[in-house]
């Protein structure tokens, strides 16, 4: 009798840890950062749970996408590139600021400070790495991660802990070209895993082809809709 209670109990407690709903995601543009090549992402990863739950495992897709090379990660030289060509831009709000740039992990220091942009540059251990094809995240994930390429508040700089009943937002920044291949993006699918065992896959849709908030690719469009 004992032994069948504690078994119960068990199954009990793992039902709630591993339900479906224990780990909500959603996604959306950050239209202020967007402009003709970059499209910024914010995803928000809620935890609907008593326990803290870490998110080991991070993918994202575009089933519009056929050939993924056509979509790069910013990283590296290539996103303090970015900043500083938008450093106006991102300091008119500072709480965005904060959210976008974040600490680096390691670096004991907020990436903007009185310097400005020179603060990126002496924070970010830079590598080779400027920019890398979609396709190639798994691939490399540990690396990005490990030479500070990105920022800690990052998409892909690792593993995610999310306390109890709250949330965490990453981000990431993607670049595409003027191409043929190219399809105006309008939805992401998102793959995560839990250390508690549970997964995600949801699709997101970001916009239609109607909705010019975010200026990313915006060229793909002047043709149907007029100018942005």
């Known amino acids: 009798m004992f032994v069948r209670l504690l078994i119960t109990i068990f199954i009990v407690f793992s039902t709630k840890v591993y339900a479906e709903d224990a ?51 910013v990283t590296g030289k290539s996103l303090i590139s970015w900043h500083e060509a938008t450093s106006t831009l991102i300091a008119e709000n500072r709480f965005m600021s904060s959210l976008i740039l974040g600490v680096l992990s390691g670096a004991g220091a907020a990436m903007i400070g009185k310097g400005g942009s020179q603060g990126i540059g002496g924070a970010v251990a830079i590598g080779s790495l400027g920019t890398l094809a979609l396709k190639n995240i798994s691939s490399v994930r540990t690396d990005i991660a490990a030479l500070n390429l990105v920022p800690s508040s990052h998409l892909l700089h690792g593993e995610i802990l999310v306390p109890p009943s709250l949330v965490a ?60």
Request: with cysteine; charged share 30%.
């Open 23 to 73: 780990l909500e995601v959603e996604g959306a543009f950050l239209s202020e950062y967007c402009s003709e090549y970059f499209g910024m992402l914010n995803f928000r990863f809620e935890n609907n749970t008593d326990e803290w739950v870490t998110i080991k495992e991070v993918n994202i897709s575009f089933p519009e996408v056929k050939d993924t090379f056509v979509i790069d990660i």
């Open 169 to 228: 937002d990453r981000w990431i920044l993607l670049n595409t070209k003027d191409s043929k291949k190219t399809p105006y993006i309008t939805e992401v699918v998102v793959e995560a895993k839990t250390d508690k065992g549970t997964r995600v896959n949801k699709k997101i849709i970001l916009r239609t082809d109607q909705d010019r908030s975010c200026r990313w690719q915006s060229k793909l469009l002047k043709g149907n809709f007029g100018d942005f």
